[in-house]
């Protein structure tokens, strides 16, 4: 049922959709952690359970992917480490390509949300970031 919907996905400028069933409830073209965090935040604790598109699954979308009631994630890169928490917490996964570790933009090294997330649970993850987003805005 998803795939046309994956292949949509790719095909746009898109960074993060959420689906309640077939209907489209959240999508964003923010970078990074930021629409998980803002679709958390806006619906988080409101929705029924979710499938996710995400360009980009690593450990610490993962953890969010969690938070967000995610029952099912579609997205062309993830992690081994997303990977292990994703099955840890019983959601279905749908990834293109596998890497060990999702990598900083410039490829030097891990990435420093994958780096943090790290041997968290979903809700220490979170709040974690929560205060690192408010401690910046100071």
Same mark, same amino acid.
């Given at each position: 049922?998803?795939?046309?919907?994956?292949?949509?996905?790719?095909?746009?400028?898109?960074?993060?959709?959420?689906?309640?069933? $077939?209907?489209? =409830?959240?999508?964003?073209? *923010?970078?990074?952690?930021?629409?998980? !965090?803002?679709? +958390?935040?806006? @619906?988080?604790?409101?929705?029924?359970?979710?499938?996710?598109?995400?360009?980009?699954?690593?450990?610490?979308?993962?953890?969010?992917?969690?938070?967000?009631?995610?029952?099912?994630?579609?997205?062309?890169?993830?992690? $081994?480490?997303? =990977?292990?928490?994703?099955? *840890?917490?019983?959601?279905?996964?749908? !990834?293109?390509? +596998?890497?060990? @570790?999702?990598?900083?933009?410039?490829?030097?090294?891990?990435?420093?949300?994958?780096?943090?997330?790290?041997?968290?649970?979903?809700?220490?993850?979170?709040?974690?970031?929560?205060?690192?987003?408010?401690?910046?805005?100071?």
């Amino acid at each position: 049922m998803y795939t046309d919907m994956f292949s949509a996905f790719l095909a746009s400028d898109d960074t993060l959709r959420i689906y309640q069933d $077939e209907t489209l =409830i959240f999508s964003s073209q *923010k970078d990074q952690l930021l629409p998980l !965090l803002e679709y +958390i935040t806006d @619906y988080g604790s409101e929705q029924q359970p979710v499938t996710l598109f995400d360009k980009i699954m690593g450990n610490a979308a993962a953890l969010l992917a969690i938070k967000a009631t995610c029952r099912e994630v579609y997205s062309p890169l993830g992690s $081994e480490l997303a =990977i292990k928490t994703l099955e *840890k917490f019983g959601i279905e996964y749908h !990834l293109t390509e +596998i890497v060990p @570790y999702i990598q900083r933009p410039d490829g030097k090294g891990m990435c420093p949300m994958e780096k943090l997330s790290i041997g968290k649970e979903p809700e220490e993850f979170y709040q974690e970031i929560k205060t690192r987003i408010e401690a910046n805005k100071k």
